[in-house]
Nanobody
Framework: QVQLVESGGGLVQDGGSLRLSCAAS????????MGWFRQAPGKEREFVAA????????YYVDSVKGRFTISRDNGKNTVYLQMNSLKPEDTAVYYC????????????????WGQGTQVTVSS
């Protein structure tokens, strides 16, 4: 049974930082590309960042480039999202997801999803 469990969300002030973690179990972690998505209230879920299985290539949505960093530790079966210079518009539920294919910027490219963690940035 595959499980993805996010943690690290919370309330932070404008300009602050958070690090999200996603612990995976029940799958060969290094074989999966991992992604982070987010869904703000009243909006569709959107792609944030992705990292391939080896960790050597990353992708970001333009709005987070230079502020967010995705990384992974295959020895710990965990993917991270370091979020710096947070803005109120980053407020959302953040989800991690696992994919075997290469369509990493779209939801249907992912096979497994976590339950999400809330990130709230106050102005």
């Amino acid at each position: 049974q595959v499980q993805l469990v996010e943690s690290g969300g919370g309330l932070v002030q404008d300009g602050g930082s958070l690090r999200l973690s996603c612990a995976a179990s029940g799958l060969t972690f290094s074989s999966y590309h991992m992604g982070w998505f987010r869904q703000a209230p009243g909006k569709e879920r959107e792609f944030v960042a992705a990292i391939i299985g080896s960790g050597t290539i990353t992708y970001y949505v333009d709005s987070v480039k230079g502020r967010f960093t995705i990384s992974r530790d295959n020895g710990k079966n965990t993917v991270y999202l370091q979020m710096n210079s947070l803005k109120p518009e980053d407020t959302a539920v953040y989800y991690c997801a696992a994919a075997l294919g290469i369509r990493l910027r779209v939801e249907d490219g992912y096979k497994y999803w976590g339950q999400g963690t809330q990130v709230t940035v106050s102005s």
